[in-house]
């Protein structure tokens, strides 16, 4: 092929209007991602975005607004156990998942009821 596909920018979650401080105490809060500031120009669409490594994690205004349940961003974590100390600590709900040969696994629903599927591979 004439071109290549090196990897993904950011992946966007959707969210509901007014969504910008409820995003921040669980992205940043909660899982301790960075938030980065927005372009102006886009700024006035609402949402934030957040950054960890080299990726990107966009959350956007939708309306009519409805959460992912299947489709979902999958996070490779290091020291899963502490993450779900953490969510434990914050009493966010998470299901463990053990269908993946090799990886310690869970799935947590955001603020918005979108789904995110943390993973360490063992």
């Not at 959460?67 to 993450?83: D, R, S, T, Y």
């Amino acid at each position: 092929m004439p071109f290549v596909i090196k990897k993904i920018d950011h992946v966007q979650l959707a969210a509901p209007k007014g969504c910008e401080e409820t995003a921040r105490e669980f992205f940043a809060g909660v899982l301790g991602l960075t938030e980065v500031e927005k372009p102006e120009e886009l700024k006035k669409r609402g949402g934030v975005w957040f950054k960890f490594g080299t990726f990107q994690l966009h959350i956007g205004v939708e309306e009519p607004f409805s959460p992912a349940k299947k489709a979902h961003p999958g996070f490779i974590v290091e020291n899963i156990e502490e993450l779900i100390t953490a969510l434990r600590k914050k009493n966010i709900a998470y299901t463990t998942d053990n269908n993946l040969p090799g990886a310690s696994r869970i799935h947590v629903h955001d603020p918005f009821g979108n789904r995110l599927e943390f993973l360490e591979w063992i």
